[in-house]
């Protein structure tokens, strides 16, 4: 036990994919370092086993990437993998980079619905004149290691899923005793004190929000100046 005057509880958010059927076992996650080079280095597999497929739906699929979740996280890893496997085609003498097929999947009506709708509108058009397809008000129901299931049944033939959906508390926060609120996230005043605890304050992923890295770096420094 280690005594404290000031306690901050900032030890952010995980990822939960339990309720969608397949997503855990086959969807790759983007959270970590380790998750961004994990997923680097299958899509090179996919390039490298494009290259000496002779089935064109076996290779259609290779080339095909999904992403499910058109938040900031979702478009950056769409915009990403759509720069880097259109580049990398280049050195593969059976790869053309117009077989490549990037579909970013959002379940609301536009993309980064935390920015104004101007700048939303400006990132859309910007990805589909580099070639990502944009489904909007599309949602994913489930995965299989082939396929991405979409809720009008509509299903895309795939090899590459990734995950920028499914945020959630860490599960360090079932363990406290605090009043929790949206999502199981920790209640806070407009201080982000922690009611009823004096000297505990939550920043970040932990408190209700947008889970956002500059959210967290703003709160952090607030709660150090109170």
């Known amino acids: 036990m280690i005594p404290y005057d000031h306690l901050v509880v900032a030890v952010g958010g995980a990822t939960d994919l339990t309720g969608i059927p397949g997503m855990a076992e086959h969807a790759f996650p983007f959270k970590t370092i380790g998750d961004a080079l994990f997923l680097r280095n299958h899509v ?28 900031y996280t979702g478009v950056e890893v769409a915009a990403e993998i759509n720069d880097f496997t259109r580049e990398a085609a280049e050195s593969y003498r059976h790869v053309n980079p117009e077989e490549i097929r ?29 070639s ?40 360090v926060l079932d363990t406290v005793s605090c009043a929790r609120g949206e999502k199981g996230r920790l209640i806070v005043d407009e201080t ?10 939550a920043i970040g992923d932990c408190v209700p929000g947008p889970m956002l890295a500059h959210k967290a770096e703003d709160e952090g420094i607030a709660c150090a100046e109170n």
């Open 102 to 130: 990037v579909v970013l999947l959002q379940g609301g009506s536009r993309i980064l619905p935390v920015l104004h709708e101007g700048l939303a509108d400006f990132s859309h058009k910007l990805l589909v004149q580099r």
């Open 132 to 171: 990502v397809e944009i489904r909007l008000n599309t949602r994913i129901k489930g995965a299989t290691a082939q396929r991405a299931l979409l809720a009008d049944d509509e299903t895309i033939p795939t090899r590459t899923l990734v995950a920028a959906i499914g945020a959630a508390p860490n599960r």
């Open 192 to 201: 982000l004190s922690v009611p009823d605890y004096p000297g505990v304050w």
């Open 44 to 71: 090179i597999g996919c390039l490298e086993g494009a290259e000496i497929e002779k089935d064109p739906d076996e290779k259609r699929e290779l080339l095909t990437f999904v992403v499910a979740g058109g938040g």
